[in-house]
């Protein structure tokens, strides 16, 4: 599945398209109620519509007349049930794998900054399993990126941006298992790392 924000994807899936908000769909299917004012009497007179539903919107308190036969209704039903569908589709992708934990990476040039600060070695280890699963999962489908331990002698898998490939996947996941568990550090060594990280040009996050 492509990596797209939100708004990308309703257009991608004709949400929009489809005018299945509240409103549009009121607009379809019926119209709305109003007061007019008749000059014979001098003041306003609702006009009666008597053979129609009417649906009062809660957000403003509006009345509408709902004219749609029941095929029409049942066709915007399907329409939303299938929108909703596609919501929890989004919504599981999103909170699934690596995503998770990192978000959705968008950016297409990215370091990842690694700060193990005094973790135990399980937790070291579950570290290095998150991060290879969101380098195989998500940052193969961008265009660069890099790696950089913060540590008092920094540690950079490659000195810059490196184009995405399989190779270079495998390449920095094998770097990130040779990593040692304990290594020297400093209470600066966290902002050196993310300075090192912005003074490529390249990097957009």
């Known amino acids: 599945q492509s990596l797209v924000s939100s708004s990308e994807w309703l257009q991608c899936y004709g949400l929009k398209r489809n005018k299945l908000s509240l409103s549009q ?9 109003r007061k007019d004012c008749v000059t014979t009497v001098g003041k306003p007179v609702a006009s009666q519509y008597g053979l129609f539903p009417q649906h ?4 403003d308190g509006s009345m509408y007349n709902l004219t749609a036969k029941r095929e029409r209704i049942l066709h915007f039903v399907d329409c939303l049930i299938g929108a909703i569908e596609l919501y929890k589709q989004r919504m599981e992708w999103l909170t699934s794998e690596s995503r998770q934990i990192f978000g959705v990476i968008q950016e297409q040039c990215i370091v990842i900054v690694l700060d193990f600060g005094t973790a135990a070695p399980t937790e070291f280890d579950l570290c290095r399993e998150a991060l290879s699963m969101v380098l195989v999962e998500q940052v ?11 540590a008092q002698d920094l540690m950079k898998w490659q000195q810059k941006c490196t184009p995405v490939s399989e190779h270079t996947v495998k390449s920095a996941v094998t770097w990130l298992w040779k990593l040692d568990h304990m ?3 400093s209470h600066t060594s966290s902002a050196e790392a993310l300075l090192e990280a912005m003074g490529d040009e390249a ?3």
Do not use: D, E
């Open 140 to 150: 193969i489908q961008i265009s660069r990126f890099n790696l950089i331990r913060a």
């Open 56 to 59: 009062k919107r809660a957000q």
């Open 203 to 205: 990097v957009s996050s």
């Open 25 to 33: 769909i009121l607009s379809q299917i019926g119209f709305q109620h």
């Open 183 to 185: 290594t020297a550090v």
